[in-house]
C-alpha cells in the first residue's frame, strides 16, 4: 500500500533516516510506515504530500496523478488551527455528510463507514468532526470513498 512513499523517497535519493529526520520521528517509525506496518498519521501525511509537491491520493495510489495544484495563496493544505494544530479534517466530514441526499445523520455515517470495512461508531464520528480524534490513514481512505470526495479534499 505504501510502495509510493518508498519510491518517491528512492527518485530523490534519500535515506529512510533522511525522511525520519525531517518528519521528526525515528527511522524505524518511518520504515514502518513505508512497509505498512504502522498506520501513518493524517498530518504525516500531509508534511509527505507537502514534501513531495503532490497529493496524499497519490501517496496512498488512490489515484495515478501524480502532482497536485496548490490552491490560490500558497500551502496546499491550510486546515490548521490558530494555535497551528491541525484540523484533521472534522468541518470537512461534517459538513459532506449533511450535504448528502438523503440527509445522513452521524449515526447513519458510521453505520455506512462500518460497511465500508472501518469500525467506527456515532461517538467516534462525533468526536472527528468536532477536531478531537485524529483520523489514521486507513480512515481517511475509508471517509473519503463513503464521503465520494477525494482525500486532498477532505484534509483541505
Known sequence: MYRRIRD??????????????????GQVCYSYYETGKRDIPTDVLIKLAEYYGTSIDYLLGRTDVKTLCPKEGGN???????DGTLNLCGKNVARLRMAMRPKVSQNDL?????????????NAVQR??????????????????????SIDELIR
Open 8 to 25: 518517491m523517497r528512492e527518485d530523490k535519493d534519500l535515506l529512510q533516516k533522511d525522511l525520519a529526520e525531517y518528519l521528526q520521528c
Open 128 to 149: 472527528i468532526e468536532s477536531g478531537k480524534r485524529f483520523v489514521t490513514d486507513i480512515e481517511l481512505e475509508k471517509l473519503a470513498e463513503v464521503l465520494g470526495v
Open 76 to 82: 496546499m493544505f491550510k486546515n490548521k488551527n490558530p
Open 110 to 122: 458510521a453505520g455506512m463507514l462500518q460497511l465500508a470495512g472501518l469500525d467506527l461508531e456515532k
